[in-house]
């Protein structure tokens, strides 16, 4: 770099001596203009040659979807009936195996920002506006639990004994909830579709339906083989896809209908596993048609405002679907109960018992027919303390002397019972309506685990996997919602633990009052208005969106 060898010197020449000086003997040295960026590589001869990428159109992902659910059916059904029970039941452990480890795998994937823990967090959650949509769906696939009324029904085209009435006003009151928690879903789903969003074909999944249904009979007719197990596995698989696929906007409504087919066919493997004398079966069909009638006038029939109390009293149907089905299942069987049987019978009137009345508080809440403010009774952690005893005690005596003598069964089942509703009472009456939310879906996977206690007691393999389901993903889906509002869950079950400290604080400030026609007035005038969505949107007819003008 020095003009002469063995000097030292600055060769101004040189363009990297150049452009590392700034200063040279004393001035400043003019800038100099920036280095042209080198020339782009040429692109590769393989990357030329690669086929351009053609997005597919709404009508071609709907029709491969439906291929896919149908495919997969009709294996099932196919596999069912060329094969045995003990294969089928291997089949289906092996499937649900299959999917929970497919969803464990790609549900979190690796982070793809700096910030990880967003990033998982951020894939983990459902949809913040999908909560409600996804306890809707949860709660109508609960329904599922007037299939234990299908194995108590009997008397031909009517009831003949007392459990066997129970077992069809179960069944009523299940699929009243069935029906009503599908339309509120999709109503809630259609709360969020705008004119842009792509056609939907929703219609197309009647071809499947169809086909496994139609199929199923006539597969039936000729022998059950293991046509049962094949059900059972579709049910299960199709609920498990409806949970998930509530997790975003773009596969809301499919899950919607997912559910749906999944509950289906529950219901046809489940009567193909009861095998009703014809008039009874008139009976099981006439009863859930009225019920499923029922629920869909009525969540067709109720405004946009009122659809989150209407999932609160259609969910204490199910509480009281349970309680119905559980005592029905002990009387009849009350001359040979196992141990098993007393005890998931029992607990199943418990959870049910809670349920039915906890979310009939909610709902009284959510409605206005009943103070949002929590009602702190005196002494009620004693009360609910002894109100658990008393289960513990009644249980005890239950399972000691129920066998063989109806009149304990019966009283002791009454007790529990009025003890079970109580409890139901108290506890959500305690809580505050703005975390009713948080409680309805609490009380969804207290169903859920309802429905694990009647599998168990029944023999049912689908209110078993249907049941874990619903209380897994009910109790997580209760974290997250509490998550987002920035509470804990114990903050909102028991948040009366602590009576509110006392201060001598006083409001201050001055109320400035308006009119209609001033807002109205102040709205013209502005040059920007910020609407935000809050509380309000659950007390009025805002809808659900934010926007700036």
Same mark, same amino acid.
């Given at each position: ?16 001596? #150049? ?25 590769? @001869? ?62 979190? #994937? ?79 789903? $259609? ?42 596995? =579709? ?112 607990? +199943? ?19 206005? #027919? ?34 063989? @003598? ?27 309506? @703005?975390?009713?939310? =948080? ?15 009647? +599998? ?14 619903? +209380? ?52 013209? $005038?502005?040059?920007?208005? =910020? ?11 805002? #809808? ?6």
């Amino acid at each position: 770099m020095s003009p002469k060898e063995g000097h030292f010197g600055v060769d101004l020449n040189d363009e990297v001596v #150049r452009r590392s000086i700034v200063t040279y003997n004393g001035e400043l040295l003019p800038t100099l203009p920036p280095l042209a960026p080198p020339a782009p590589a040429a692109p590769k @001869a393989e990357a030329a040659q690669q086929a351009k990428v053609v997005a597919l159109t709404p009508w071609q992902k709907a029709s491969r979807e439906v291929a896919t659910v149908t495919a997969g059916m009709g294996t099932a059904l196919a596999l069912g009936k060329l094969t045995g029970p003990l294969f089928m039941s291997n089949i289906f452990t092996f499937s649900l195996a299959g999917l929970i480890g497919y969803r464990v795998v790609w549900g979190v #994937r690796l982070p793809e920002s700096d910030n990880e823990e967003a990033t998982l967090t951020r894939l983990m959650q459902v949809a913040p506006a999908l909560h409600s949509p996804l306890m809707s769906v949860t709660n109508a696939i609960s329904g599922m639990v007037g299939i234990g009324g299908f194995f108590i029904m009997g008397g031909g085209y009517l009831p003949q004994t007392f459990p066997q009435a129970l077992g069809a006003l179960s069944v009523l009151l299940a699929f009243v909830n069935v029906s009503g928690g599908f339309v509120i879903t999709k109503r809630m789903l $259609d709360m969020f579709r705008r004119p842009t969003d792509p056609p939907e074909y929703p219609w197309l999944y009647a071809v499947p339906a169809l086909l496994f249904g139609g199929g199923y009979i006539v597969a039936a007719s000729t022998g059950m083989a293991g046509l049962v197990q094949a059900g059972y596995m =579709v049910s299960s698989l199709l609920c498990i896809g409806s949970l998930t696929s509530l997790a975003s906007q773009a596969t809301a409504r499919t899950g919607n209908l997912m559910g749906m087919m999944g509950v289906g066919s529950g219901v046809l493997a489940s009567l193909a596993a009861v095998g009703f004398a014809p008039e009874t079966l008139i009976q099981c069909l006439a009863v859930a048609g009225i019920g499923s009638a029922i629920g869909g006038i009525l969540g067709r029939r109720i405004t946009p405002t009122e659809l989150p109390q209407m999932v609160a009293a259609l969910h204490s149907v199910v509480g009281l679907a349970a309680v119905l089905t559980s005592i029905g299942s002990v009387m009849a069987a009350v001359d040979h109960l196992d141990a098993l049987h007393m005890v998931t019978g029992y607990l +199943g009137v418990l959870i049910g018992g809670v349920t039915f009345t906890g979310s009939i508080v909610a709902f009284m809440k959510l409605s206005g #027919r009943m103070s949002s403010r929590p009602s702190i009774l005196p002494g009620r952690h004693l009360i609910n303390s002894g109100l658990l005893a008393a289960n513990a005690a009644t249980m005890t005596a239950f399972i000691t002397a129920a066998p063989g @003598a109806p009149a304990i069964a019966a009283a002791c089942l009454a007790a529990n019972t009025c003890f079970s509703f109580a409890k139901g009472y108290t506890t959500t009456s305690a809580i505050g309506g @703005a975390d009713m939310p =948080v409680v309805i879906t609490v009380l969804n996977a207290y169903s859920g685990f309802a429905l694990v206690a009647e +599998g168990l007691m029944l023999n049912s393999p689908i209110l078993t996997t249907v049941g874990s389901l619903i +209380g897994v993903s009910g109790s997580i889906l209760s974290y997250i919602m509490c998550v987002a509002m920035n509470r804990s869950l114990a903050n909102v079950l028991f948040g009366g633990i602590s009576a509110p400290a006392k201060t001598d604080h006083q409001i201050e400030g001055e109320i400035t009052k308006t009119t209609v026609e001033d807002t109205a007035q102040a709205l013209k $005038d502005a040059q920007k208005v =910020v609407i935000v969505v809050g509380y309000g949107s659950s007390t009025s007819t805002t #809808r659900p969106y934010e926007c700036s003008c």
